[in-house]
């Protein structure tokens, strides 16, 4: 399997009221063709940041380096019109909050079907009956009487799962997902994660950006752990749930549920007042004088990363 899409030293820096915050600050990742690769991290971390830098749907204010391969060409130098050519055909993404992502004056038929009479195929009445198959693809049945409704007719689970046949209507190669899961209901969330499975089983590559855990342990084949800009710990899922190493990581873990649902102590700093360390060390019980240089991304011998002191 090849490498579909590698990301070295990218960092988005925004400005906001005379401060910059450094989002998104030195990620190298690589994903490879068929995985799905979950990106985990609580609110703040910079995951959609990241997400949204991918595809060039930063807005303007924010400045991204650092190189986004794919096929060949760097996705941060494409021009917005070179971009649209990927968007959706090669690289489609699934945003987060449906309510608000969806258009409220156009029906779900005409937008599923937008990507596909943009990518795929013009002509309307095979548009109409690909919506069809989508619709029933994605469980929203019957499709006949689903297809000309508004969103405002719709469940919130019900218009993530059009947001996912959205995304992949003009057959991508890659689907990023930010957040597929947040504000719906346990049987939506099972929904969206048995949806995105049969999306892997065609092929189709998956990012998915989550703060859910669990969730995540469904659907992905790697984990990378985001904290503060930065990744954390990049491994193997069952490795990961089986003990992750990083002391954020081990935490994360803590606070699931069935590991009787304890909080990581403190919270993130503020990205604008990064001086140099660990970016974890204000809240980690290990941190010690060597804590004060920031560790690389130490190579374990299974593939897998970890950013930590520890492990050097
Ligand atoms: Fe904790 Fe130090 Fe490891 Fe950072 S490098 S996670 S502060 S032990
Ligand atoms: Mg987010």
Wanted: glycine share 8%; aromatic share 6%.
């Amino acid at each position: 399997m090849h490498t579909i899409l590698e990301v070295k030293q990218l960092h988005v820096h925004f400005p906001t009221s005379g401060k910059v915050v450094r989002a998104v600050d030195g990620v190298d990742i690589s994903i490879t063709q068929s995985e799905t690769l979950a990106i985990i991290g609580e609110s703040g971390s910079g995951k959609s940041v990241l997400g949204l830098a991918l595809l060039g749907l930063l807005p303007a204010n924010c400045t991204a380096t650092g190189t986004v391969r794919y096929r060949g060409a760097d996705l941060l130098r494409l021009s917005e019109s070179e971009l649209e050519m990927i968007r959706g055909s090669k690289i489609a993404w699934v945003p987060q909050n449906p309510a608000g992502a969806m258009n409220p004056s156009m029906t779900i038929g005409a937008q599923i079907g937008e990507p596909i009479s943009l990518h795929v195929e013009k002509n309307r009445s095979i548009v109409r009956k690909k919506v069809l198959e989508l619709l029933q693809f994605i469980r929203i049945t019957p499709p006949e009487e689903r297809i000309d409704s508004y969103p405002y007719s719709f469940s919130g689970g019900m218009l993530q799962r059009s947001l996912v046949a959205m995304g992949i209507a003009g057959l991508p190669e890659l689907l990023i997902a930010d957040e597929p899961t947040k504000g719906i209901d346990i049987m939506n969330r099972q929904a969206v994660s048995s949806l995105l499975r049969i999306v892997r089983e065609k092929g189709i590559t998956l990012l998915v950006i989550t703060h859910d855990l669990s969730f995540a342990r469904n659907l992905a084949d790697r984990i990378a752990v985001m904290y503060s800009g930065r990744i954390m710990e990049i491994r193997e899922k069952k490795s990961f749930f089986k003990g992750a190493l990083h002391p954020y990581a081990r935490g994360m873990l803590r606070s699931l549920p069935e590991n009787g649902l304890h909080p990581i102590a403190g919270r993130t700093r503020e990205t604008d007042k990064y001086d140099g360390g660990c970016r974890f060390r204000f809240r980690c019980t290990y941190a010690g004088e060597k804590c004060r240089v920031e560790p690389p991304l130490i190579p374990l011998p299974d593939g897998a990363a970890v950013r930590c002191w520890l492990y050097d």
